[in-house]
């Protein structure tokens, strides 16, 4: 048998150097907590930038042009725009990858399963707004979507750092109404925070999600080839008056969700390849043409394996988590709190803290409760009232969404949206910290064994 320790040209002292330089990383990578980690840091940053004295040099970086030319055609964009409606699209698209994942074969596959993460989740949704409506109205109405939406990454964070308290359950429930969260988010911002539809931006959307149709009817199967009529989509949803970021999820929820091989055709088209490759090796007159081939082959089951949803998501799920939304927190977390008048309208700010950590909880608890008494939903094995409580109150951190609706919700008025990113600051923290001290007085330790064991289990593998 035919063990490769290391390619012939690696070097065993380099490789070693390598690996404990960057073990470290890795491993802080490949904790649930780290994007959340990073993005409380990105935030930190833009905070402390924007109110240092070089405050000048933060809003020039994200104020200033990029211009793209090529002969007499050029287009120019802020920084801030290519970070808000460019960079953001493709989180949205990992968002519709996500939701087309889950009604495909996930939690919202099954009406009985969804029933209670979406009515937890719509509770969560009409509470906070009602309230921010009766507290932050006013001059500052349009921004009833900012504390509607949940920040998964930062409340999956959170939520991780409760350990073994946890069951998978729970975890599922939360991440399932996140989603449904980031569902009606998309439609507020699709429907409410539109200016004004344009035709010939529509169609050149729909012009693009033909060309999308048109290369799955011809079996193209390449995630490459679909950049092109997903820019399309892009370009026409943004000519529509519509926030381009919602091309995103339309290019997510039309990826196809159904895996062309599987694991069994994988398997079954492995082995015949593996043992067509062993014969030829011993017959005279194999050529490397033919190898090519076979390898080709293999690296098509490979790749086909598994759907193109959970291929691409896979894929891109890093970027996103570490780059993306980080990248974002820091161009639009920055407040110059010297600028930020508290006795001019208050309500603002108070008004999205208590729509976020009290509106949250209240919203979903009251909803699940009601779909109990309706007997509408039933609880899955290991979530209890207390976990709900919590998730609710995780469900308080807004942040990335949060913030992205105020960009869109109040951009004519810089007081106003200071003022309301000072409050999805504040709420995301003060949920953050609730939920954890919640989690510690309300969830038991009843999973620890089995968390313990798999983690050993794990670190083990990783070792050998």
């Known amino acids: 048998m035919f063990v490769a320790s290391k390619p012939p040209e690696a070097s065993h002292q380099a490789q070693l150097a390598a690996r404990r330089l960057f073990r470290p990383l890795t491993r802080f990578l490949q904790i649930e907590a780290a994007s959340g980690l990073l993005l409380l840091s990105a935030a930190c940053v833009a905070l402390i930038w924007a109110n ?15 211009t793209i030319g090529l002969g007499p055609w050029s287009a120019s964009a802020s920084v801030r725009f290519i970070v808000n409606d460019v960079l953001m699209a493709v989180f949205f698209f990992v968002v519709g990858l996500e939701i087309r994942r889950e009604i495909h074969a996930g939690e919202l596959s099954e009406l009985r399963r969804a029933t209670l993460p979406i009515v937890a989740a719509l509770g969560g949704m009409i509470v906070p707004a009602v309230i921010y409506m009766v507290i932050g109205g006013g001059s500052a109405s349009r921004g009833w979507g900012i504390p509607m939406a949940t920040d998964i990454a930062f409340a999956v964070g959170i939520l991780s750092l409760l350990g073994s308290r946890v069951s998978p359950s729970l975890r599922v429930l939360l991440l399932s109404v996140a989603i449904i969260d980031d569902i009606g988010a998309i439609l507020v911002i699709a429907i409410f925070y539109t200016a004004g539809l344009d035709p010939a931006g529509l169609g050149i959307a729909v012009a693009g999600m033909a060309g999308i149709l048109a290369l799955q009817r011809f079996g193209v199967r390449t995630a490459a080839a679909y950049v092109a009529p997903g820019v399309v989509i892009w370009l026409g949803v943004l000519h529509a008056g519509i926030h381009p970021t919602v091309a995103g999820v339309i290019v997510g929820m039309m990826t196809p969700a159904r895996a062309w091989f599987g694991i069994d055709g994988f398997v079954a088209t492995s082995r015949a390849e593996l043992d067509a490759i ?48 980080p990248v974002f927190a820091l161009a639009n977390a920055g407040v110059s709190l010297g600028g930020v008048d508290l006795s001019g309208s208050p309500s603002v700010a108070i008004g999205i803290v208590v729509a976020l950590v009290v509106g949250k909880p209240m919203g979903i608890v009251l909803a699940t409760a009601i779909a109990k008494r309706l007997r509408l939903a039933s609880f899955p094995s290991g979530v209890t009232w207390g976990g709900i409580v919590v998730i609710g109150t995780v469900a308080g951190i807004g942040f990335t969404m949060a913030l992205f609706i105020a960009e869109l919700a109040l951009p004519a008025n810089a007081e106003l949206l200071g003022l309301a990113k000072v409050g999805v600051l504040a709420a995301s923290a003060l949920a953050a910290v609730t939920a954890l001290l919640l989690g510690r007085i309300l969830l038991t330790r009843e999973h620890a064994a089995g968390t313990a064991a798999t983690a050993d289990e794990a670190e083990l593998s990783t070792e050998l």
């Open 278 to 325: 062993e014969l030829a090796t011993t017959r005279a007159g194999t050529t490397g043409h033919d190898l090519t081939e076979r390898l080709k082959i293999l690296r098509g089951a490979h790749r086909e394996a598994r759907s193109p949803v959970e291929r691409i998501e896979a894929a891109l799920h890093p970027w996103v988590a570490f780059a993306i939304m």
């Open 52 to 66: 240092s004295p070089w405050s000048g040099s933060y809003e020039r970086l994200w104020s200033s042009e990029l």
